[in-house]
């Protein structure tokens, strides 16, 4: 057995900035980042695009895809990708399920819903599948859809909703004639309805149980009314505008009934879990009290949870992610420890064991409760809890691999406000500081990088050379730093080789054993 001791940090969100347009990470005052860029072994990752599976360069690294890549060494086809590959293949609307969804309204002369996430951003969903389901749907003989719209604003420009509704209501007017209606018929923004995760708040399950299912809420003519309306009001990004309903004379256009099916049409499974609790669960579901819930088919786009089987039926097969780290560690004996909080903890455990969310006998895992606010009111964060909760693992002496994930720089990145997430990228130099000297005197290695970029992007130039806030995620390259008593070198370390799926083959070169043959090189 290895005598070595790892410890890995990702400090999400916390890219390295090109352009220095609202770079919060080198405006951050960072002391220990600082020394340890100028005394450690240094290099820097590729966190984005083909490095971590997605479809092109073009599509910004996530935490589901950074994380997988982490965890598992190796680069697998994506959500994003798997689905592009379904559809053009024709195998999506091959399946029995697409066909069981379809058939189920033509022979009740019922409704299909989708519900999702409105945009191109590629991280939990695309507006492309969406309306290639609907033109699928009517060829097919269906004669009604309704759409159930999350605005996004956090993976695409933080007031774009508009784009996305006339984008998808053109595609719905072609569609439209005496066979066939297509309409929107609720929505609201990802971060105050429907879209949760990690069970951090049902709240937001619950009222997008009421928008959607039982078109109960505030109603508007159309969903670009209802965005002006709100923004107007609320003054509100995207991300967190209201909930709404759409209504003809009073009435929802689109409520959820007994015989209609309805496809939550997000491949990403972190945001998708709870809402397909809530339409599979049976009586056992007690999260919030859905009322009269009607009989309907009911499919995500991918399987949201493998261990869990959540939901019952999908169009895609998710991607079968093997051999990862926790895997191999566990087979050489090693006991592993994983901690974050709420907001991050599926992505240090699930998505960290390649969307397994069972641990292995060797793994202990922590979760710490993060605030229910916006995160530009408390920037901090659990940074301090997660730090001191480190630093108890590290001296009890139980624990060969501890792995954490730091939420700072996306989670307060994500609100585009400059100022906090200056704060926030801070509140992790300092956690960083502690855990540091405390782990040098224990004898762990820790190495420190980043899932994908977010604070090192708070602004971006648009089309028209407009200055705009930027809330998504950033295209940068990420950290890679080795800090230890022993001597590493990163090989090529000055070159633009290495991506996300480097770090879990170097982790094995440290405590010294081999990696399995379909992994990634070693950078040291
Ligand atoms: O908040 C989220 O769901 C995504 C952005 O869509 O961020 P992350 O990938 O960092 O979890
Ligand atoms: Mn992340
Ligand atoms: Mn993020």
């Given at each position: ?50 490095a971590v599976g997605l479809p092109t360069d073009d599509d910004m690294g996530n935490s589901e ?86 605005l996004d604003g956090r993976d695409v420009p933080a007031t774009s909703a508009p784009i996305y ?278 004898g762990y290695t820790v190495l420190i990088t980043a899932d994908h970029g977010n604070a090192d ?68």
């Amino acid at each position: 057995m290895s005598n070595k001791k790892v410890i890995l940090v990702v400090m999400d969100g916390i890219g390295i900035s090109v352009t220095h347009l609202g770079d919060a990470v080198t405006e951050a005052n960072t002391p220990t980042l600082d020394r340890l860029k100028k005394e450690c072994p240094y290099t820097t990752l590729k966190a984005h695009g083909s490095a971590v599976g997605l479809p092109t360069d073009d599509d910004m690294g996530n935490s589901e895809v950074g994380h997988n890549a982490l965890g598992c060494g190796q680069i697998y086809s994506q959500g994003a990708k798997l689905v592009n590959e379904s559809i053009e293949s024709g195998k999506m609307f091959a399946s029995e399920t697409w066909n069981e969804l379809v058939n189920n309204v033509k022979t009740k002369s019922s409704t299909l819903h989708f519900i999702g996430l409105l945009s191109d951003g590629n991280v939990h969903s695309n507006i492309s599948h969406l309306k290639k389901m609907i033109a699928k749907a009517k060829e097919q003989g269906a004669a009604k859809v309704r759409v159930h719209v999350l605005l996004d604003g956090r993976d695409v420009p933080a007031t774009s909703a508009p784009i996305y509704i006339e984008d998808l209501e053109k595609c719905m007017a072609e569609l439209n004639d005496a066979t066939f209606d297509a309409k929107i018929a609720s929505g609201g923004g990802r971060m105050k309805v429907t879209m949760d995760r990690y069970q951090a708040d049902w709240d937001m399950v619950k009222l997008g149980w009421e928008t959607h299912v039982k078109g109960e809420g505030r109603q508007f003519a159309n969903a670009l009314e209802a965005v002006e309306t709100l923004r107007n009001e609320t003054g509100a990004i995207d991300q967190d505008l209201p909930a709404f309903v759409i209504a003809e004379n009073g009435a929802p256009v689109g409520k959820i009934v007994d015989g209609d099916s309805v496809v939550l049409f997000n491949f990403r499974g972190d945001r998708a879990i709870e809402l397909s609790m809530a339409f599979d669960g049976g009586d056992e579901f007690t999260y919030f009290d859905r009322g009269a819930k009607p009989d309907v088919i009911y499919a995500g786009m991918l399987e949201y949870d493998g261990d869990l089987h959540i939901p019952n039926k999908y169009l895609v097969n998710p991607p079968e992610i093997k051999d990862t780290m926790s895997e191999v560690l566990e087979k050489a004996g090693l006991k592993s420890y994983a901690v974050s909080e709420t907001q991050k903890y599926g992505h240090v455990t699930y998505f960290w064991n390649g969307n397994r969310s069972e641990k292995f006998a060797s793994e202990v895992w922590k979760e710490i409760p993060s605030d229910k606010v916006s995160f530009d009111q408390r920037p901090w964060m659990k940074s301090a809890e997660i730090t001191d909760d480190l630093i108890e693992a590290i001296k009890s002496e139980k624990y060969d691999f501890i792995r954490c994930n730091f939420p700072n720089g996306d989670m307060v990145g994500h609100t585009g406000s400059m100022d906090a997430t200056i704060i926030g990228v801070e509140s992790v130099d300092l956690g960083l500081t502690r855990l540091l000297k405390v782990a040098e005197e224990y004898g762990y290695t820790v190495l420190i990088t980043a899932d994908h970029g977010n604070a090192d992007e708070m602004l971006e130039k648009n089309k028209k050379g407009e200055i705009n806030v930027r809330t998504a995620h950033s295209l940068n390259r990420v950290p890679f730093y080795i800090v230890s008593k022993d001597k590493y070198e990163i090989k090529d370390a000055d070159s633009e080789k290495y991506g996300l799926a480097n770090v879990a083959p170097t982790v094995l070169k440290i405590f010294g054993i081999e990696a399995p043959a379909c992994w990634e090189d070693s950078m040291i």
